[in-house]
């Protein structure tokens, strides 16, 4: 499937997924026109059809796409492999952030597909969403040594507390406009040192 699409270089495959990202992000399923992708991507809307037969398509693999990237850049940042629950989050942050880098809408687009309720995609996005979705709230506790922690501290209450922060904050910047990626690697080492004075010993 999309064999055509991914015969393209690279750099034109990028610039198509951007624009896409990028025209889904702003509206509906429903009010996003495909020649708006294509003039986005530089691109006839005939040539787009040639790699998508229709928008469906399209946004059924952008979001494919999007929760494949993501997947692929955390394991490949070796968050998931780190004892240290503060650099655990911290590579996965930088990893989200060397992502925005180079498709920054890819986030925007997500958020809103997650929500989406338009009859003609909201069932097949379920399917595509649901074995995600069961990973991103797994709020089962790493494994930690309680040792390096001060007296008291609930575990589970302090990793739910850094997650739940820790997206709020991804929330916000995404819906203030363009994000800037330097500030949001700058906020969230401060963050990260400031949950490392309030919880370790």
Same mark, same amino acid.
């Given at each position: ?42 691109? *006839?809307?005939?040539? &787009?059809?040639? +790699?998508?037969?229709?928008?469906? =398509?399209?946004?059924?693999? @952008?979001? %494919?796409?999007? $929760? ?38 890819? *986030?925007?687009?997500? &958020?809103?597909? +997650?929500?989406?309720?338009?009859? =003609?995609?909201?069932?097949? @996005?379920? %399917?595509?969403? $649901? ?58 080492? %401060? ?11």
């Amino acid at each position: 499937m999309n064999e055509k699409f991914y015969q393209l270089p690279e750099e034109k495959q990028n610039r198509i997924l951007n624009a896409g990202f990028r025209v889904f992000a702003r509206n509906s399923y429903r009010k996003s026109p495909m020649n708006e992708i294509a003039a986005e991507a530089g691109i *006839s809307k005939s040539l &787009l059809f040639f +790699y998508f037969r229709n928008k469906k =398509e399209l946004y059924l693999f @952008l979001m %494919k796409k999007a $929760e494949e990237l993501t997947m692929a850049n955390l394991r490949k940042s070796g968050c998931y492999e780190e004892s240290d629950i503060f650099e655990m989050m911290y590579k996965g942050l930088l990893a989200k952030t060397a992502m925005m880098r180079q498709y920054p809408d890819m *986030s925007a687009f997500a &958020l809103k597909a +997650y929500y989406e309720d338009d009859e =003609e995609v909201k069932d097949e @996005l379920r %399917k595509i969403i $649901e074995p995600y979705s069961k990973l991103s709230t797994n709020k089962s506790l790493p494994k930690l040594d309680p040792s390096v922690f001060k007296d008291g501290i609930d575990l589970q209450l302090m990793y739910q507390d850094m997650y739940l922060a820790s997206e709020g904050y991804m929330y916000q910047m995404q819906h203030a406009g363009a994000i800037d990626v330097d500030k949001v690697v700058s906020d969230y080492r %401060k963050l990260i040192d400031f949950w490392k004075s309030l919880y370790l010993r």
